[in-house]
């Protein structure tokens, strides 16, 4: 299956594709009008001291980015979502994210919410909740103001002892007596020790405070009222991605609508599945009353014209191959046009000089006689209840030139048989002789055996295919059955196609100077004829 196949259901179904289309976007539009913007307010947290620090190093960098994303993993949590709740008053919280800025130690706390001021407040209580989880919380606030004031006295005691000795040693350097040396010295080791114990005693109460420390979080950037929609063209991405979805859900259908549909529709459809070529494609005509028009379709409508002359050539090439005496008009059910397709390829090949003989074989359903207003008091059925038949008085001249009709004649029982009898082939035989194309309307494949049997007497047959009615099993059994007899199938004809769905475009070729010539029924004869015989 090429790409044009693939193409093919979308473009057939374009009508589906656009109303699909317009549902999704106008439903979206009218589903917006309902709905209240969103507002987004954040709030941004720092972990660790890392940034303050003059020379910060790895270690301590990667240490508060992992910290970062366990605060940020802690915020989602339902102890403070409950402990938020509490504080607010609220039962349930709007929607939020903590996530962390890429490769930094900063946290951001994101609140959506349809009012603006809650989504602050939710915000901010958020981050607070979370500082409070951390070894920062203000709740040691009392005894981390203790430890200050110990650190502040012992820096204090560190510097007087210090000045101590230092006087201390100034002595030492001025005394003489050996009592007073031993003096000095002793005091100098008893400050020395003091001032060791004063140091360790600083040191430790250091390490509670925050000051380079690593495992802490405070806000750098409270949340505040947000003024404008979070995405102020939400709006219009909804009825795109709307437009989006219908588009491919037109899409599904119509691939899905391809599926379930059942019938042929078009060249590529018929070569595709029945494995034949197309020969001709016989467009619907204007105001085409149904399958029993006249061959009058052939002298009005220039399109029929032309589809007709098409399908004469594509025989004139085959007959360069083999002989083309006798053709077989066949369908796979009764609906498909076959008496008129017949009908007129007898006009066409007879305006080209040929000399044809139409037999209308279908004696389930004769339409032939209609087709040229003629009698079908005898016919075919009087031809084959005898052995040399008068073929002067059963065949009919019409207004075409060159073309006789026989009629299927009055109707019995014994139809059927007497064309499977053995006179059929010597009917058939006689008017060969008298003819250079012998043409069948035929009944149809599926309905009777009787299209079967005279497919083998023939030199060749045409299946008519109705363009999207034929069923694609119908069509695959009519030709089965046809090739099991081993008949010449030629190919196909395609009937009542749209002029959009031809390959070819049919311009009136008989209006010179743009005006428009003669409407009497002799001269459309006479145009038709011109056109079909050059």
Same mark, same amino acid.
């Given at each position: 299956?090429?790409?044009?196949?693939?193409?093919?259901?979308?473009?057939?179904?374009?009508?589906?594709?656009?109303?699909?289309?317009?549902?999704?976007?106008?439903?979206?539009?009218?589903?917006?009008?309902?709905?209240?913007?969103?507002?987004?307010?954040?709030?941004?947290?720092?972990?660790?001291?890392?940034?303050?620090?003059?020379?910060?190093?790895?270690?301590?960098?990667?240490?508060?980015?992992?910290?970062?994303?366990?605060?940020?993993?802690?915020?989602?949590?339902?102890?403070?979502?409950?402990?938020?709740?509490?504080?607010?008053?609220?039962?349930?919280?709007?929607?939020?994210?903590?996530?962390?800025?890429?490769?930094?130690?900063?946290?951001?706390?994101?609140?959506?919410?349809?009012?603006?001021?809650?989504?602050?407040?939710?915000?901010?209580?958020?981050?607070?909740?979370?500082?409070?989880?951390?070894?920062?919380?203000?709740?040691?606030?009392?005894?981390?103001?203790?430890?200050?004031?110990?650190?502040?006295?012992?820096?204090?005691?560190?510097?007087?002892?210090?000045?101590?000795?230092? $006087?201390? /040693? !100034?002595?030492?350097? *001025?005394?003489?007596? #050996?009592?007073?040396? =031993?003096? %000095?010295?002793?005091?100098?080791?008893?400050?020395?020790?003091?001032?060791?114990?004063?140091?360790?005693?600083?040191?430790?109460?250091?390490?509670?405070?925050?000051?380079?420390?690593?495992?802490?979080?405070?806000?750098?950037?409270?949340?505040?009222?947000?003024?404008?929609?979070?995405?102020?063209?939400?709006?219009?991405?909804?009825?795109?991605?709307?437009?989006?979805?219908?588009?491919?859900?037109?899409?599904?259908?119509?691939?899905?609508?391809?599926?379930?549909?059942?019938?042929?529709?078009?060249?590529?459809?018929?070569?595709?599945?029945?494995?034949?070529?197309?020969?001709?494609?016989?467009?619907?005509?204007?105001?085409?009353?149904?399958? $029993?028009? /006249? !061959?009058?379709?052939? *002298?009005?409508?220039? #399109?029929?014209?032309? =589809?007709? %002359?098409?399908?004469?050539?594509?025989?004139?090439?085959?007959?360069?191959?083999?002989?083309?005496?006798?053709?077989?008009?066949?369908?796979?059910?009764?609906?498909?046009?076959?008496?008129?397709?017949?009908?007129?390829?007898?006009?066409?090949?007879?305006?080209?000089?040929?000399?044809?003989?139409?037999?209308?074989?279908?004696?389930?359903?004769?339409?032939?006689?209609?087709?040229?207003?003629?009698?079908?008091?005898?016919?075919?059925?009087?031809?084959?209840?005898?052995?040399?038949?008068?073929?002067?008085?059963?065949?009919?001249?019409?207004?075409?030139?060159?073309?006789?009709?026989?009629?299927?004649?009055?109707?019995?029982?014994?139809?059927?048989?007497?064309?499977?009898?053995?006179?059929?082939?010597?009917?058939?035989?006689?008017?060969?002789? %008298?003819?250079?194309?012998?043409?069948?309307?035929?009944?149809?494949?599926?309905?009777?055996?009787?299209?079967?049997?005279?497919?083998?007497?023939?030199?060749?047959?045409?299946?008519?295919?109705?363009?999207?009615?034929?069923?694609?099993?119908?069509?695959?059994?009519?030709?089965?059955?046809?090739?099991?007899?081993?008949?010449?199938?030629?190919?196909?004809?395609?009937?009542?196609?749209?002029?959009?769905?031809?390959?070819?475009?049919?311009?009136?070729?008989?209006?010179?100077?743009?005006?428009?010539?003669?409407?009497?029924?002799?001269?459309?004869?006479?145009?038709?004829?011109?056109?079909?015989?050059?």
């Amino acid at each position: 299956m090429d790409l044009l196949a693939y193409v093919e259901p979308l473009r057939r179904w374009w009508w589906l594709m656009i109303v699909s289309v317009v549902v999704t976007t106008v439903s979206s539009f009218f589903y917006l009008q309902e709905v209240p913007p969103t507002f987004q307010a954040g709030t941004t947290l720092m972990v660790g001291n890392a940034i303050e620090s003059l020379n910060p190093n790895s270690n301590e960098l990667a240490l508060t980015q992992q910290l970062a994303g366990t605060y940020a993993n802690i915020a989602k949590r339902k102890p403070v979502q409950d402990r938020t709740k509490e504080a607010l008053g609220m039962e349930w919280l709007p929607e939020y994210d903590a996530r962390v800025v890429w490769n930094t130690q900063l946290l951001e706390i994101i609140v959506i919410d349809t009012n603006p001021e809650r989504a602050q407040i939710v915000a901010n209580e958020l981050a607070r909740q979370l500082i409070l989880q951390s070894p920062s919380s203000s709740e040691n606030q009392e005894s981390r103001q203790f430890i200050q004031e110990q650190i502040d006295w012992l820096q204090n005691r560190i510097n007087e002892t210090q000045n101590e000795i230092d $006087a201390a /040693r !100034v002595e030492l350097a *001025e005394s003489f007596s #050996a009592s007073r040396i =031993a003096e %000095r010295q002793a005091y100098i080791t008893s400050l020395e020790e003091k001032l060791s114990a004063l140091q360790a005693n600083y040191v430790a109460y250091q390490a509670n405070t925050q000051q380079g420390a690593i495992n802490t979080i405070r806000v750098i950037e409270p949340a505040e009222i947000p003024t404008r929609p979070a995405d102020p063209n939400m709006a219009i991405k909804i009825m795109l991605l709307a437009a989006v979805v219908g588009v491919a859900l037109a899409a599904g259908a119509a691939y899905v609508l391809d599926y379930l549909d059942n019938s042929l529709r078009g060249r590529r459809d018929i070569e595709t599945v029945l494995k034949l070529p197309v020969l001709g494609t016989v467009p619907r005509s204007p105001g085409e009353p149904g399958v $029993a028009q /006249r !061959v009058s379709a052939l *002298e009005d409508h220039p #399109a029929v014209l032309e =589809a007709y %002359r098409e399908l004469r050539t594509n025989l004139q090439f085959l007959a360069m191959e083999r002989p083309l005496r006798s053709l077989l008009i066949t369908s796979p059910a009764p609906t498909e046009g076959k008496s008129r397709v017949a009908s007129n390829l007898a006009a066409a090949l007879a305006y080209a000089g040929y000399r044809v003989i139409l037999l209308d074989v279908d004696l389930l359903r004769p339409k032939q006689h209609e087709q040229f207003d003629l009698p079908n008091e005898t016919g075919i059925i009087d031809a084959l209840r005898t052995d040399e038949p008068e073929l002067d008085d059963l065949l009919y001249t019409t207004s075409i030139p060159q073309l006789l009709v026989m009629p299927a004649g009055r109707l019995n029982m014994y139809g059927a048989e007497l064309l499977n009898s053995a006179r059929m082939p010597r009917l058939l035989h006689a008017l060969e002789e %008298r003819a250079d194309f012998v043409i069948l309307d035929s009944p149809p494949v599926n309905a009777a055996t009787d299209a079967v049997v005279l497919s083998t007497l023939v030199t060749g047959a045409l299946l008519v295919i109705d363009f999207k009615r034929t069923d694609r099993s119908s069509a695959q059994r009519a030709v089965k059955r046809l090739q099991q007899v081993h008949a010449n199938l030629l190919g196909t004809v395609i009937n009542r196609m749209p002029l959009k769905n031809i390959d070819y475009f049919v311009y009136d070729y008989h209006r010179p100077n743009g005006k428009g010539s003669p409407q009497s029924p002799n001269g459309r004869v006479k145009e038709a004829e011109g056109v079909l015989a050059s």
